[in-house]
């Protein structure tokens, strides 16, 4: 309830009667924890006025997961109005959120930079090959972020 007041807030009174953009950080998205599902992203699109909706470009959805991706991909067509479904743009990075958006527009939170810096070493990630779902990179005596090998 309170991310749904915080929109039409900004919306409504910080934008005026400009046009603009939304950008979502999925970085480090939990499905349990903070994930916000399908659904909810309808009823936020869903409870903006019609002339914000109008007014709404674009939703760049930054660092989704295959699993997002394919879900938003299939279920998507169903689950989100066709207004709001043809105006997300995945994004894997922040440098080619940059194609986009100017550099510095948009204030980008830590964790999301820390992600992005990471993707850097292990570019395999982006096409969902790698993964690292025990943190073993960020550990001392991990696996070599250079190869598949163990460190001594």
């Known amino acids: 309830m309170r991310l749904k007041e915080f929109i039409q807030h900004k919306v409504s009174k910080e934008l005026g009667s400009d046009q603009f953009c939304i950008v ?3 970085t480090k998205v939990a499905n349990k924890d903070n994930n916000p599902g399908i659904l909810n992203l309808r009823w936020l699109y869903e409870s903006l006025s019609k002339n914000a909706k109008e007014r709404l470009q674009v939703v760049y959805f930054v660092h ?3 699993l997002s991706r394919t879900i938003m991909g299939t279920l998507g067509r169903f689950f989100l109005s066709e207004g709001l479904y043809h105006k997300l743009v995945y994004v894997s990075r922040l440098e080619f959120l940059w194609d986009y ?3 510095g527009q948009v204030e980008v939170p830590d964790f999301v930079l820390d992600h992005d810096k990471e993707l850097e070493h292990r570019p395999l990630m982006d096409y969902w090959i790698e993964s690292d779902p025990l943190d073993a990179y960020g ?6 972020r250079r190869g598949a090998s163990w460190a001594p």
């Open 24 to 26: 979502y950080f999925h």
């Open 64 to 66: 989704p997961g295959l």
């Open 101 to 103: 958006l100017k550099q």
């Open 139 to 144: 550990v001392a005596g991990g696996p070599s």
